[in-house]
């Protein structure tokens, strides 16, 4: 080799050695651009996101006061609940009432069996007041029918108890003695 070969060797070498070097160079720029675009980006959006932040604060308020009106409806809910159970049992216990009334009522009534198996409060079978009534007259002995007026003496009870089965009140006292 000659020394002409050789310098075009080394020529050549830093040739390539530049090349390299240029392009390194080029590609350390281009990362560097594209960092400071990416910042600058994220610095936009930073700044938007500052720009919301109002909104986002209003959106917090009108979802706490969403959230305490629901509360409050359920806690107005929940006190007509307690409200409506408290009419259901006020209404069971004037029913009962009702019923204890119709039932002592039975009691006392010489023309109701309230001892009887098929006993229902307030269902009496007792006569009533219309005039067909006193004209037909059903006798509990024969069970034939009369079509004479018969306002003397009522019907015969449904198997009534006599006086001396009749439960007494509370006390021991006997109804005649009321």
Known sequence: MDVVDVVIWIVVGLVLVALVA???LVMRKRKQERQARDHARAQELRREAA??????????LEAREAAAQAD?????AERAERR?????QGLRVEEARQEDAIREADRLDPHVDHRADDYQPGATGAPT?????????????????????NVAAPPAPRSAPADDQVDEPAGGKHRGAL
């Open 22 to 24: 240029g392009l390194v």
């Open 51 to 60: 720009a919301q932040t109002p909104q986002v604060t209003q959106s917090q």
């Open 72 to 76: 409050l409806a359920r806690a107005e």
């Open 84 to 88: 409506a159970a408290e009419a259901k």
């Open 129 to 149: 007041d219309t005039p067909e009534a006193d004209r037909t007259d059903i006798t509990a002995d024969s069970g034939t029918t009369s079509t004479e007026t």
